[in-house]
């Protein structure tokens, strides 16, 4: 079986300190993991992606996960927030053709 | 840079009625899925499309939905008889490859959006 669980459902920041999100994913087969930022009123977009590859994955505007199987999570980083990233923030596990998503963590920058 | 596109951004639509949800995938990539989120929850998988048939769907995707690739652009979610419930943000995706193909899944563009209300 298939899922992903985003730890915190809201997480606060303030402007120019690091962020962190959290995911962990449990998986039947290798799967791809993927993170996915949607601003108000807008569609998803494609933060950063993990494909078997180098466990540390650099992404757009900053933003960087870290593979672990050991720990099966994929936690999203950045060193520094901008006002501009508060958003819903989305984890997405896909071990087949499918793609499961987590239930979003709402990030708040404070400035 | 190409994009997914959905049409309309808002539909209104009586309860009982037929819709249909409108995409254009970008335009070579070969597998296409369909997503909906309802107001405050997660993002819910609902069907993805390869060689027009469908390749995997989920439970939600029962006998009121279908989908189709009615010519070389467009690719569409048609539901039969609309209940309160459907009422969602639905989304379509677009991949050039299915995941599961060796180097991994490929990366899933997705479209903005339509708003479905049923009244």
């Known amino acids: 079986a298939q899922s992903v669980t985003q730890l915190d459902s809201h997480v606060s920041v303030s402007e120019g300190t690091p962020v962190l999100l959290r995911c962990n994913y449990s998986s039947s087969y290798s799967p791809s993991l993927f993170w996915y930022v949607q601003h108000p009123n807008k569609g998803l977009q494609l933060l950063l992606k993990y494909t078997s590859a180098a466990t540390l994955v650099k992404g757009i505007n900053g933003f960087e996960a870290e593979f672990k199987k050991s720990e099966t999570s994929f936690h999203l980083t950045k060193p520094s927030a901008h006002m501009s990233d508060a958003a819903e923030y989305f984890c997405v596990v896909s071990p087949r053709n499918q793609f499961y998503f987590g239930t979003g963590t709402s990030l708040t920058v404070i400035p | 840079e190409p994009e997914v596109t959905q049409t309309p951004s808002h539909q209104v639509t009586q309860m009982g009625q037929e819709v249909i949800l409108r995409c254009v995938p970008i335009?070579?990539?070969?597998?296409f899925y369909w997503y909906r989120q309802i107001l405050g929850q997660k993002v819910e998988f609902l069907v993805s499309f390869y060689n027009n048939e469908i390749s995997e769907k989920s439970e939600i995707f029962d006998d009121q939905f279908s989908v189709e690739r009615p010519d070389g652009s467009n690719f569409t979610l048609k539901i039969r008889s609309t209940k309160l419930e459907d009422s969602a943000m639905y989304f379509c995706?677009?991949?050039?490859?299915?995941?599961?193909?060796?180097?991994?899944?490929?990366?899933?563009?997705f479209g903005p959006g339509t708003r479905l209300t049923v009244l």
């Open positions: 335009s070579n990539h070969l597998y």
């Open positions: 995706a677009s991949t050039r490859r299915a995941s599961g193909i060796k180097g991994g899944t490929d990366t899933q563009y």
